[in-house]
């Protein structure tokens, strides 16, 4: 079955830190992949996204992503968080042609001022 | 450019009664898509909709649920005769009619709550 799985529940940092989520997804054909980012209080807004092409993809707010392929993984980076980036986290798959996401479980980041 | 409407934001009911949800997609979107949040769990994908069809329901609990997309007016999920199992967030999300393009653009969800 088609999965997506996140490596890390809770992270906690303190601001400056660099920030790196692991996502690693099981699905063999081609698809497209998405972090979803969800502030408290607020609803789920997009991060960034990789459909084709340079599979390092660059994000709103200083994020990125690289999509290995060989590795099945979209691993979210941020150089030096900051405070106001506490949120939980989501990383997304969707199989080519199919409209629906998979979603992993989430990562709650916590900054630590 | 309003984003997409759910209605209610919460919603309580007892065991045994219906809820109805309501999602209003973004202008110009024409694909809907459901999804729940059990407590302590990522979304899980339910049904997607486009305009009085629906095209995928693989995640849709086989009885009692139901969604719909009419031709005008909001897309409606359906849960009749609730039990405390389905308390949870749902959400729903609206993407443009482009087959190239899946980016999905999320409301703030329903809270439901079976007491």
């Known amino acids: 079955a088609q999965s997506v799985s996140q490596h890390n529940h809770h992270v906690i940092l303190s601001e400056a830190a660099s920030l790196e989520l692991g996502c690693n997804y099981s699905?063999?054909?081609?698809?497209?992949l998405f972090w979803y980012v969800q502030y408290p209080g607020q609803h789920l807004q997009l991060l960034l996204k990789?459909?084709?092409?340079?599979?390092l993809v660059k994000g709103i707010k200083g994020f990125e992503a690289e999509f290995i392929k060989s590795k099945f993984s979209f691993n979210l980076r941020k150089p030096s968080v900051q405070w106001s980036d506490t949120a939980e986290y989501f990383c997304?798959?969707?199989?080519?042609?199919?409209?629906?996401?998979?979603f992993g479980q989430g990562t709650t980041l916590q900054v630590k001022p | 450019n309003a984003g997409v409407m759910q209605n209610p934001r919460h919603l309580v009911r007892r065991r045994g009664q219906e809820a109805r949800l309501r999602c209003s997609p973004m202008?110009?979107?024409?694909?809907v898509y459901w999804y729940r949040q059990l407590p302590e769990e990522g979304l899980k994908f339910m049904v997607y909709?486009?305009?009085?069809?629906?095209?995928?329901e693989s995640g849709m609990p086989k009885e009692r649920f139901s969604a719909e997309f009419p031709k005008e007016g909001p897309s409606i999920l359906r849960i009749q005769q609730v039990v405390r199992g389905d308390s949870a967030a749902y959400f729903c999300?609206?993407?443009?009619?482009?087959?190239?393009?899946?980016?999905?653009?999320f409301g703030p969800g329903t809270r439901l709550t079976v007491t």
């Open positions: 699905y063999g054909g081609t698809v497209n």
């Open positions: 990789y459909f084709s092409g340079d599979p």
């Open positions: 999300a609206s993407s443009p009619p482009s087959r190239e393009n899946y980016e999905q653009y």
């Open positions: 997304a798959v969707s199989p080519s042609n199919t409209g629906k996401l998979i």
């Open positions: 202008k110009g979107h024409s694909h």
């Open positions: 909709l486009q305009k009085e069809n629906i095209i995928d």
